[in-house]
């Protein structure tokens, strides 16, 4: 079923999503990549959290977290504190609009993983999706805004970390994959955040000064309650709420618009220039997931 509503909460979602890049590269200016990581993913667990406990599930929830906290601890390593560490690091060395871009890389890897570690089917023509993806890729990781880019190894380094945040996020969705038969997406998506706030607090606090928190400026503060709240938490509730009255197959075809969303933004608000490099790689990459998403 499809409709009005939830074609909104959709496209909501993906503009929130879209929007997180370059907010996240503005709230890098006044905070570091970990920090920032630790911050947002503690607004989540709580938002979360509370969310259970006004369904009055918080009974089952921390039995559920007692009989599988080594799988849960899995999903948090991967979804929540490798996602987060590569992805803060990688925006702040690259631009917005690329890292939106690279992360549109996500449905490739899935298939790659799935193929690998699954032994699912792979058929030709997702070994030619594959290739023409990856060559995408490739494009966008060595070249990124410009061919000078190439002299920059900052910009290289920025990109492949965006990269191994999109394959963190292939390796959640597998390992999401069975349990999401047991356990509703809310369980899931909360039990990460809980086990991957505890694994980043130590990261953070080795790493970088995590005290610099309680200094942040208004600015930065509020960055940090919407990428948590809005981009953690509210989406989720839209996103559940559009696959409630659609096709997930239908809803899925939305996700593409994120990275134009995060070009757009990028370009209208930080002054980041869409170039035929970034598109170049950007339309192979949306070929290669196209031709691989057929039988």
Known sequence: MNDGKGTAALLATMVIFGS???ITKVGLEGISPLVL????????????????????????????IKDEWKYFAALGMAGVTLFNIFQNVGIKLTSSALAGTLHNTIPLFILILSWVFLHEKITNPKIIGIFTGLAGVC????????????????TVVGNAMVLGSAVMWAVYTLLNKNMSKHYNPLFLTTSAYIFGSMFLFPVAVSMEHIGSLASLSVKT???VLYLGIFCSGITFLLW?????????????????LIPIVAMLVGWAFMGETITFCMLLGFALTIIGI?????E
């Open 20 to 22: 997180s890049y370059a």
């Open 37 to 64: 990581s630790f911050a947002r993913s503690i607004v989540a667990c709580v938002f979360l959290c509370a969310m259970i406990l006004a369904k009055g599930d918080s009974g089952v929830f921390i039995t559920k």
């Open 139 to 154: 494009i966008i990781v060595f070249v990124g805004s410009d061919f000078t880019d190439m002299l920059h190894s900052q």
């Open 221 to 223: 503060w509020a960055i």
């Open 240 to 256: 559940n709420y559009a696959l409630s009255r659609m096709d997930s197959t239908k809803a899925s075809v939305f996700i593409y």
């Open 290 to 294: 196209c031709i691989s998403g057929k």
